[in-house]
């Protein structure tokens, strides 16, 4: 089975300009989970949605961040405009009710805003 | 509320030593708990879970848990470390009454030496 996919894998980008990462979770999980990595602060849940729906978005850390999931199988992550502060490794996770409630990561999309 | 604390955020041991995670956790319900580890630059993966079934979950790469009720706490062990152990390993807890949404702990990163 495909595990959780993201890209880009990799993004350089200039501050100011939009960021869009994007994840395709494990066909049939009903959550998705957004996470952001840094040293300074770890892991941290930005979002997560069940059943395509936003049901917790406390952890956004400001408005250029914002996220949506059009279906079950897509979802955006988007920083606009991107500041060096953004600079992290940022994971999309799924998981399924049915299925032992285990978190499964992506490898990760490594953002470095320069 | 749910909450989970790993003790040292650096463990080290020479290669062939015993390998010790210290986790403690605060789940109001019995809760579900998680080891996963990260290698540099990869994602998170799964390496044991506890489910309410045998107390001594045994994981991947003979890494092995013991949940223990009564001290609130979910150490993971390996009896003899190798150089392929050195990775970042967070410890999770997830409770029905979270919607089993999972909290990680801030991560211990396993140094072994040879």
């Known amino acids: 089975d495909a595990g959780v996919i993201q890209s880009p894998r990799h993004e350089v980008t200039e501050m100011g300009q939009e960021v869009t990462l994007r994840c395709k979770p494990i066909?049939?999980?009903?959550?998705l989970f957004w996470y952001r990595q840094t040293m300074m602060r770890g892991l941290e849940l930005l979002i997560y949605?069940?059943?395509?729906?936003?049901?917790?978005d406390s952890g956004m850390p400001e408005d250029r961040f914002s996220a949506k999931m059009p279906n079950a199988s897509f979802s955006t992550l988007k920083i606009q405009p991107s500041e060096p502060r953004d600079s992290a490794v940022y994971f999309c996770?799924?998981?399924?009710?049915?299925?032992?409630?285990?978190?499964?990561f992506g490898e990760g999309s490594w953002l470095t805003v320069v | 509320a749910q909450s989970v604390t790993q003790l040292g955020s650096h463990v080290s041991v020479s290669e062939g030593a015993l390998v010790l995670l210290r986790c403690n956790y605060s789940?109001?319900?019995?809760?579900?708990l998680f080891w996963y580890v990260q290698y540099p630059n990869q994602g998170l993966q799964l390496l044991l879970k506890?489910?309410?079934?045998?107390?001594l979950v045994k994981g991947i790469n003979g890494f092995e848990a013991e949940f223990k009720k009564s001290e609130t706490s979910f150490h993971l062990t390996k009896p003899s470390a190798h150089m392929s152990d050195a990775a970042e390993y967070f410890c999770?807890?997830?409770?029905?009454?979270?919607?089993?949404?999972?909290?990680f702990g801030r991560g211990t990163s396993l140094i072994v030496h040879p």
């Open positions: 999770a807890v997830s409770e029905s009454g979270g919607s089993y949404i999972p909290t």
């Open positions: 949605f069940n059943n395509n729906v936003p049901i917790d």
């Open positions: 996770a799924s998981k399924s009710t049915n299925s032992g409630n285990t978190i499964y």
């Open positions: 066909s049939g999980h009903d959550y």
């Open positions: 506890y489910t309410s079934a045998a107390t």
């Open positions: 789940s109001s319900v019995p809760p579900y």
